[in-house]
């Protein structure tokens, strides 16, 4: 085994060394590896036995790599660039200079630039600084443009400490180009279109970014693109982008019109630009597209007017414009009626069309009608109608025709007639020109009944008289066609008429109207009769007039009214009521009515009276309970003039000052008439019971029972009424009985009536009940509880009929209910149901023999059993070993005799029948199981649990014996490693310790360390130096605390792998913070007593750089640590430790030294002598100084870089 030496200063903290035995290698870990750790180590072996090949010492060159500690890309201008961004926009042509900058690395990484797969040839420039602060940059220049679209430029920074990031890292920008349009296409329209087509013009720009903006423009004209265009026909352009593949953009905009004659000859363009346009200053892409637009004729008549007589002549002419200008067809019309020409009166007489001859000017014609010898029928609004290949169109507006001729007029009146003399309305007379020309009449005349009232305007008034001058001169500035009739009354009625003069004279008388006046009926007379009106009797009213107006009243134009309210379905002269009710006593009202209005109405006030009659009856019966706190009877009597009411028992009254005073009280009250319930006057009279005052507060169920009447006296149209009720004393259900109370009936047949009975008043009614008795039910009373919840009702009526034959599910108690309003009474009774038993066989053991029991469920209980056994068609029968179990069982102990299978027959019997026999196989092994082991006598099922039981336990007592096994081990482990006892004594092996003294664990005394050089130390179980149960040192460590150990177990090679990690972290913290270091030595030797264990296996281990993945410490079995200094300074101090001498000490004499010293490859480590190399191999030296007369050994040190 190697000695142990503890590590000192900054190696405390960052170096352990790990060892199992019986492994040929292990580990030395740097931790927070710094460049000051850039060294070459040692590592000596000391062997139990030394041979030829056997590696001593071992140096292992350990290179620190660092990771570069920044990448970054700024640009020429030396402004930084955040990695992975997108940097511009920067406009098409521009030059840019990108420069990536990496430092702090060793060694110092090589930087390129690509683009893609594309190397982009750079400038390189490298910045020597001491202390490692070298810095690399590399330089690149691109003039941009459309290819640079979606480029990524990468800086790849190469360096052999990123090995685990696959050698390099990566750093990049993306650079956001601004390009012109590319092309702009406008399309939409080939040739020409026709007027109303919906036009749709696409312009399409390509190739921008950042995408192009689209302008439309109508000729010089801006088209806007919002939606405040005038013109319904005319859409603001629709503008949609498009990303393309390239990352630039694509605009189609599409503007929509409806074609009209105006766009014709006019142009539409497409204006294209964005920012990299605008920028430079350059013009706009646009593209124009020329219009012709056909449209169909536009025309207009004239003149607008035209005056002519009768005879004359007149001519129309048509003009238009249209594309084209050649007409097809023109078509006039009159009145909006098509005209239809003879070629003589009416013609054309000219039709011409004409090219525009200025620019913009439109193509245009005209054509020309004529009329001749004009008559009144020619009179009218003219217009035409021209047509081309287009289409057509009417002219805009109208010429007028005006032929004058004599006026025809009609008389009319307003309002219309007829009118009402009560309104006294003013009527207009307007004398309507029905035809002539002009219209307006200059002189009309009146007439009434064919006399000429007035001739209008009268300007002709007498001069010698200045009052009929001035009378004159109010109608000379009138018109002419309006006559006046103010407060028009009866003497206005009449026939009216006109005539009319206008500039071509008077015209014909017109028909007559006639003027129709109404006016209302004269005064009316209302009487009735019966002069006396009783209730539920009739009465007539009649109503009459005089003078029945204009239009005459007839018989069915009256209206009536009640107390003030109209009644709507009465309209005769005369009106009966029948029957007659309290709304009859009222005044009425009455009058006639015609189309000109009411008459005057006649009032008359009906006084009805009702003679006595009950408006509450008694009833015929009324009941009281006989312990009631309040009893009382009322009636209620209708009677007007008002009547008086008495209260008689049997026929006697029942007065104030009576023998029976004091046991009743009586209160009266009148009641006004009730509208809503048709009843006049009334009086209420009730009759009280004082209960108090009767014996005990209680009535007498035989003596209190008797008549009641309620009597009221006559009034002066009626006699008195009377209405008696007998009033009955009440009390609830009791003395209820049922007969029988048991009723007893074989199973299958119909069982006897049960009777309840009960004395009650009113007279009880019954229900009977069958539920599942509550836990008092037991007890002697006759009173149940009925839950509905678990009740349900068999039968309604006294008598409880089962009439069915009766299942044993059917038996059980019934309860009779009897009941009233007052309450109720219950009984129960038991209908019993014989039914023969139903048996069952069971198996069991019973003081060690096997049994069979027979259980059977009857009713009667009183059961015989007798056993059989099934033997074919015959049973026979079995006496023996039976005996009785109890009323319902029987025990059949079986025989031990008897080795073949048996069938067992059970029989029940009672007073009803023999029973179903039931049955049991029973095996021979059974019948003989008594004297067998108890596990043989259990059932399958028992079995099978009592197994599963077991089974159970044992797994879990297995899972408590490996958590043991676990626990002890980690404690074992924890003890190997961190006993501070121990670590003492190895530092201090004469017992003193130079720092503070060290307290003997438990009180005990331990050992200290042999003094004499060249003596083995030996490792106990635990596999540390101080005895068992020492407290482990705390810098000891254990492989079980590092699971990435045990990927080193299959290294096998003689080369020292060395691992430098770096975190992938190059932005922040320090670089010692980020670097680890693990070195792993070998051991080739083993520790042990004999055998092969102290022999060195001569093999060599693979190149640590061939492994691909980082190697640590092994995890494996607990061995001898020692912990190197690196300078002769950090040792100083320190005690060697001296092997403890085994049990044979000329182990190493009796070995062949002829080898020893050797290197792996065979070579003599030095020329020191056998024994003073044996002494020297036995001392660790701990990597400080070569023994003394000893040549460095020829081991070949490997420098390894492990990424």
Excluded at 1080 to 1091: L, N, Q
């Amino acid at each position: 085994m190697a000695g142990i030496a503890r590590p000192e200063g900054e190696y405390a903290e960052r170096a352990e060394l790990s060892y199992d035995p019986n492994v040929t290698r292990t580990y030395l870990q740097l931790g927070q590896l710094t460049l000051a750790d850039e060294a070459v180590y040692k590592c000596e072996l000391t062997f139990l036995e030394v041979r030829d090949g056997c590696p001593v010492v071992q140096f292992v060159n350990l290179t620190a790599l660092i990771k570069p500690e920044y990448v970054k890309i700024t640009k020429g201008d030396g402004s930084s660039i955040q990695n992975s961004s997108l940097i511009g926009p920067f406009p098409e042509d521009e030059k840019l200079e990108l420069v990536c900058e990496s430092g702090g690395g060793k060694p110092l990484p090589a930087i390129s630039w690509w683009n893609g797969s594309r190397l982009i040839p750079s400038k390189a420039e490298v910045e020597n600084a001491p202390g490692g602060s070298s810095k690399s940059r590399s330089k690149i220049s691109l003039k941009l443009g459309r290819g640079d679209l979606g480029a990524k430029y990468e800086c790849r920074v190469a360096s052999p400490a990123l090995g685990d990031q696959g050698g390099m890292v990566l750093s990049w920008v993306e650079v956001d180009v601004h390009v012109r349009p590319r092309k702009l296409e406008l399309g939409g329209v080939e040739h020409h279109v026709v007027q109303g087509t919906e036009v749709t013009l696409r312009c399409h720009v390509s190739g921008a970014r950042p995408a192009a903006n689209v302008t439309w423009y109508n000729g010089t004209e801006v088209i806007p693109t919002d939606n405040v265009l005038s013109d319904a026909a005319v859409q603001p352009p629709e503008t949609k982008v498009q990303t393309s593949s390239d990352g630039t953009y694509e605009t189609q905009s599409r503007f929509s019109f409806r074609a009209t004659r105006y766009e014709n000859g006019g142009s539409i363009s497409c204006e294209a630009t964005n920012p990299v346009i605008q920028a430079k200053g350059e013009q706009p892409m646009k593209s124009t597209i020329a219009l012709e637009v056909l449209y169909p004729p536009i025309a207009w008549v004239s003149p607008d007017n035209a005056t002519l007589n009768e005879t004359s002549d007149v001519s129309i002419v048509c003009s238009y414009e249209a594309n084209p200008p050649t007409p097809k067809e023109i078509i006039w019309y009159r009145d909006g009626k098509e005209l239809v020409l003879d070629g003589e009166r009416l013609e054309i007489a000219e039709t011409e069309s004409f090219q525009g001859k200025e620019p913009g000017q439109s193509p245009w014609g005209r054509s020309i009608l004529s009329i001749k010898n004009a008559s009144r029928d020619d009179g009218g609004a003219y217009s035409c109608m021209p047509e081309n290949e287009v289409g057509s169109s009417e002219s805009t507006n109208q010429a007028y025709v005006s032929v004058y001729f004599k006026p025809e007029v009609k008389l009319m009146m307003d309002p219309l007639t007829p009118v009402s003399e009560i309104d006294k309305l003013n009527i207009t007379l307007l004398c309507r020109v029905e035809a002539g020309n002009p219209e307006t009449l200059l002189s009309v005349r009146w007439y009434l009944d064919g006399e000429l009232l007035k001739e209008l305007p009268d300007c002709r008034g007498n001069d010698s008289s200045e009052a009929n001058s001035s009378d004159d001169s109010l109608f000379c500035d009138i018109d002419p066609s309006k006559l006046l009739l103010e407060d028009v009354s009866r003497s206005f009625h009449g026939n009216y008429s006109c005539e009319g003069m206008n500039e071509a004279g008077w015209g014909p008388l017109s028909p007559e109207e006639e003027l129709i006046v109404h006016y209302p009926p004269g005064p009316a007379t209302l009487v009735y009769d019966p002069p006396q009106v009783l209730k539920k009797s009739w009465v007539t009213l009649s109503c009459s007039v005089e003078d029945p107006g204009r239009p005459e009243a007839t018989p069915n134009s009256f209206k009536w009214f009640r107390g003030g309210h109209p009644v709507i379905d009465v309209t005769t002269a005369n009106w009966t009521i029948e029957p007659v009710t309290l709304e009859t006593q009222s005044n009425f009202t009455c009058l006639a009515a015609n189309a000109g209005g009411e008459g005057e109405p006649a009032t008359v006030y009906v006084e009805v009276a009702a003679p006595p009659a009950f408006i509450e009856r008694l009833p015929p019966y009324h009941g009281a309970l006989m312990h009631a706190e309040h009893v009382s009877v009322s009636c209620r009597v209708e009677c007007s003039p008002i009547c008086q009411v008495r209260w008689l028992k049997n026929g006697r009254p029942l007065v104030e000052d009576g023998p029976q005073s004091s046991l009743y009280s009586i209160r009266t009250s009148e009641l006004p008439p009730d509208p809503r319930t048709n009843d006049f006057k009334s009086v209420v009279s009730t009759l009280l019971w004082n209960m108090s005052a009767w014996p005990g507060g209680r009535l007498d169920r035989i003596l209190d029972n008797a008549n009641y009447t309620c009597e009221s006296t006559a009034n002066a149209v009626g006699p008195g009424v009377t209405s008696t009720t007998f009033f009955g004393v009440e009390y609830p259900p009791e003395n209820i009985t049922v007969s029988p109370q048991i009723v007893s009936v074989v199973e299958g047949q119909i069982p006897d009536k049960i009777v309840c009975s009960a004395k009650a008043y009113p007279e009880a009614s019954y229900h009977w009940w069958r539920r599942r008795q509550s836990d008092n039910d037991g007890s002697s009373s006759n009173s149940l509880v009925i839950d509905p919840q678990t009740s349900s009702i068999v039968v309604k009526g006294n008598a409880l009929v089962l009439n069915y034959p009766v299942p044993r599910t059917d038996g059980g108690e019934y309860i009779c209910e009897a009941y009233n309003r007052h309450g109720n009474a219950t009984i129960k009774t038991h209908v019993n149901v014989l039914h023969k038993p139903e048996c069952g066989i069971t198996q069991t053991e019973v003081n060690g023999k096997l049994v069979l029991i027979c259980r059977a469920s009857a009713n009667p209980a009183e059961v015989d059993f007798f056993w059989r056994i099934k033997n074919g068609s015959e049973n026979e029968t079995v006496e023996e070993n039976v005996e009785s179990g109890g009323p319902l069982s029987s025990i059949l102990t079986l025989e031990t005799r008897v080795e073949n299978f048996r069938t067992y027959l059970c029989f029940a019997n009672n007073s009803v029948g023999m029973s179903i026999p039931c049955e049991r196989d029973v095996t021979a092994y059974q019948e003989k199981s008594i004297s067998q082991s108890w596990w043989k006598k259990l059932e399958n099922d028992n079995v099978l649990i009592i197994v599963a039981i077991i089974v159970g336990a044992v797994v879990m007592v297995i899972i408590v014996c490996i958590i043991i096994i676990i626990v002890c081990r980690r404690r074992r482990a924890e003890d190997k490693y961190n006993n501070p006892v121990e670590m003492e004594e190895r530092e201090n092996p004469e017992g003193a310790s130079p720092h503070r003294p060290m307290a003997p664990t438990g009180g005990a005394i331990l050992p200290r360390w042999p003094l004499r050089p060249g003596v083995r130390v030996h490792v106990n179980g635990a596999h540390s130096l101080g005895r068992p149960g020492a407290t482990q040192h705390p810098l000891a460590y254990s492989a079980h605390h590092n699971p990435n150990l045990s990927n080193f177990s299959h290294i096998n090679n003689s080369s020292v792998p060395i691992d430098v990690v770096r975190s992938a972290g190059l932005e922040g913290g320090p670089a010692r913070d980020r670097v680890g270091v693990y070195l792993a030595g070998m051991v080739v030797g083993r520790g042990g007593r004999g055998g092969s264990q102290g022999r060195c296996p001569g093999r060599r281990v693979r190149d640590a750089a061939r492994m691909n993945t980082v190697p640590g410490i092994f995890h494996g079995k607990s061995g001898v640590v020692t912990f190197k200094k690196l300078d002769g300074e950090s040792n100083r101090g320190t005690s060697r430790k001296r092997k403890k001498a085994g049990r044979d000490p000329s182990l190493s004499a009796t070995r062949d030294k002829s080898n020893q010293g050797k290197t792996p490859d065979g070579n003599m480590g030095g020329s020191q002598p056998d024994d003073d190399r044996a002494f020297y191999e036995n001392l660790p030296f701990h990597g400080l100084q070569n023994p003394p007369n000893k040549d460095e050994p020829k081991t070949k040190a490997s420098d390894t870089y492990i990424y």
